[in-house]
């Protein structure tokens, strides 16, 4: 049996409940937060895990990690925004394990403001991290999932892509995007033996959530039927789902992680 810790990673590597053994996996934005928490968990799943990110320090600490609990994992630098480095990582890790036949797009940033006030820089800066990269690096890996017939695309969205947020549209058009893209994917390879869904997590605590002002958490928490935040390994859960062989029938869905803040 598989047991959470407190962080969302699992103890052990459990039996093949997933049937991810063997399977090769890529987790953008690996390096902490919900990124650390699906390597974690699709690593005790029995898949092995390129992390990749730009922090190789922080990569390096998740991938001893995934070892220390009995799992398989390499690093691969990788800058989302920039499409050189997206080829880079996805000819490195074909070059290093062979195929990728699971891709979570995970990476990615906010840069909140008001619209009166925000930036183009600001504005793309958001769409190139959250959005384009997810399209580069599915497009860069396709083909090694198409070769093998089986595939899974994970995006991370957000219920704020569902929902709109003021101070955020730049954030909140990247997550809505994704799940335009999502969609398209979903259709473009499902002949291919290829899923596509993405998860929509509500409020999580990680780094990204951190900062924000106590008065802004209580409200939101206000929201949130079930009465608490949610944790990385709450998102991890829905992600291994997604993946996993059991869920070969589903395809082009958004899955909700948010306590019940927003019911679509
Ligand atoms: P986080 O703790 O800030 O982690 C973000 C991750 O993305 C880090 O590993 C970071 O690694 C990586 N990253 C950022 N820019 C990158 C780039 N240009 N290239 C490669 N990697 C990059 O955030 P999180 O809360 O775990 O969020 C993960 C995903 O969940 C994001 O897509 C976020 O939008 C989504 N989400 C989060 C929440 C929440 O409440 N926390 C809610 C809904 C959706 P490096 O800095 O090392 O590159």
Redesign the pocket.
Known sequence: MNEQDTNGATAAKGEDTYGLNGKVALI??????????CALRLAACGATVAL????QE??QAVAAEVAAAGGQARTYS?????ED?IKACARAVLADLGKVEILV??????RDGLVLRMKLSEFDDVLR??LT?AFLLTQALISSMMKGRWGRVIN?????GQTGAAGQAN?AAS?AGIIGLTKSLAREFAGRGITVNAV??????????ADLPEAQKAAILAHVPLGR??S?AD?ASAVAFLCSVGAGYITGHTLDVNGGMYMG
């Open positions: 953008t934005g690996a390096s902490q937060g919900i990124g650390r928490a990749a990110a730009r922090s922080k990569l990788l800058d989302v925004s920039s480095s797009n995970n990476a990615g940033i906010t991290t959250n990269g991370i969205t957000s219920v704020v954030y997550k929509a997590p509500g409020f999580i605590q990680t780094a990204m959530t935040y949610g990385d998102v």
